[in-house]
């Protein structure tokens, strides 16, 4: 028989006995919701604001220390226009999916080996990919990578016209991107950029786009854009991309943020797998603007132009 005090010790002991599996649960919702915040480029501040739920109990989600309940992980979700399902799903190669074995495989793949499945997948599930995309050219990567002023260059060159996507949003909208973004957050962006994406395919067999950085946080308009241009990612290092926003005069999304180096980092590594998938890669560290444009230029060439 057991005392009363040895009783409550032995129930204290269980409640407070760690469970492993629901702390890697719990560590893996977090790092869902740090990724999906640091793609779409959203200080903890910023996701606060929009999903109404504090700073410090992001903080807790995070770290994988909170215990979040449906009601308010389906917040954070709807703050950065992420499925539920998204952040509660359990590791894909656990599942059941015919992809999982697929998935598992690819992780320990290098990158070379990643992209040759990729285009491999791609050959075989849109044969005719090459004549949706047309002649369209489509830059992505970070601001400050350059993407406006290589656009630009590279239209003038193939004689196409230069279309900027953030130009056309604000248009569709009237009014500026900081303020569809302060009104309406991130999902009315996201619908928007998606609507004018569609337009801008539709009017133009020929054209170099220039796309916002988070782009690539939209599954479904990140691949519309990959089967209907020809993409080139625009890279460059931290510091570089940090020191031409700077020289513009914008700091968002790092306005007033201390850590704004660590924040660009962990945007630019949440969205890099991304990235990656772009057909052409053109780092624009330590290279002049002419040299870098005619990098440009001859791999824009060789994706639109292969016989030639």
């Known amino acids: ?66 215990n979040p309940s449906v009601a308010l992980l389906r917040q ?5 226009d992420v499925p539920l399902t998204s952040l509660i799903a359990e590791d894909p190669a656990a599942s059941s999916d015919p992809l999982a074995a697929l998935f598992a495989l690819a992780r320990s793949a290098g990158e070379e080996d990643k992209r040759a499945v990729q285009r491999a997948l791609e050959q075989i599930l849109s044969p005719a990919e090459s004549q949706r995309k047309g002649q369209r050219i489509a830059l992505i990567g970070l601001r400050g990578a350059g993407k ?26 009237g009014g500026s991107v900081g303020e569809i973004l302060a009104l309406n957050g991130q999902p009315a962006f996201r619908r928007y950029e998606r609507r004018c994406l569609e337009k801008a395919v539709g009017e133009h067999e020929a054209m170099v786009l220039s796309t916002a950085g988070g782009i690539v946080s939209e599954p479904s308009t990140f691949a519309y854009l990959l089967e209907h241009t020809h993409t080139v990612w625009i890279k460059a290092r931290p510091e570089e991309h940090m020191a031409r926003v700077m020289a513009q005069g914008d700091l968002r999304p790092m306005a007033r943020n201390a850590e704004a180096m660590d924040d660009l980092k962990a945007i630019l590594a949440a969205r890099e797998p991304d990235y990656r998938r772009a057909e052409g890669v053109i780092d624009t560290s330590g290279r002049s603007v002419p040299e870098s444009a005619r990098m440009l ?11 030639e």
């Open 76 to 80: 954070v979700g709807a703050a950065m």
């Open 1 to 66: 028989m057991y005392t009363v005090s040895q009783a409550q010790g032995i129930i204290t002991a269980v409640k407070t006995e760690p469970d492993p599996d629901l702390q890697r649960y719990l560590t893996g919702i977090g790092e869902k919701v740090r990724a999906e915040r640091a793609k779409r480029g959203m200080t903890r501040r910023i996701l606060a604001r929009d999903s109404g739920v504090s700073e410090r109990y992001l903080a807790q989600l995070e770290s994988g220390t909170g």
């Open 297 to 307: 230029v001859s791999i824009a060439g060789q994706l639109v132009d292969p016989l």
């Open 148 to 173: 406006s002023t290589l656009g630009r260059l590279l239209a003038e060159a193939r004689n196409a016209p230069f279309v900027e996507l953030n130009r056309l949003v604000e248009q569709e909208y």
